[in-house]
């Protein structure tokens, strides 16, 4: 089955931008939804974006700042975090969202100043 590995996090100052990566191991191209994911520390996953069917979702307390894109080409889904804020701070994960993947060791994005 489909591996996905994700990269792109780091330490950055609140107001700062980060793009994720989530590279999976074969084509993408036939499934029809991914989503990315943050566990903050001490809590559990919470869903941050969603895109199915060329239509994304967020939750509301990152609209406006993150967009979640796909690139068939490249097997990748991304993320673009822009004004990064404290309370982004978590191990961002990607999954499928038809029959989910085990969790993988996501990417950690710290903000802080």
């Known amino acids: 089955q489909v591996q996905l590995v994700e990269s792109g996090g780091g330490l950055v100052q609140p107001g700062d931008s980060l793009r994720l990566s989530c590279v999976a191991s074969?084509?993408?191209?036939?499934?029809?939804?991914f989503g990315w994911y943050r566990q903050a520390p001490g809590k559990d996953h919470e869903w941050v974006a969603i895109?199915?069917?060329?239509?994304?979702t967020y939750t509301d307390s990152v609209k406006g700042r993150f967009t979640i894109y796909r690139d068939n080409a490249e097997n990748t889904i991304y993320l673009q975090m822009n004004h990064l804020k404290p309370e982004d701070t978590a191990t961002y994960y990607c999954?499928?969202?038809?029959?989910?993947?085990?969790w993988g060791q996501g990417t950690l994005v710290t903000v802080s100043s």
């Open positions: 999954n499928k969202l038809l029959r989910p993947l085990p």
């Open positions: 895109l199915a069917n060329g239509v994304d």
């Open positions: 074969e084509s993408i191209s036939k499934i029809h939804g």
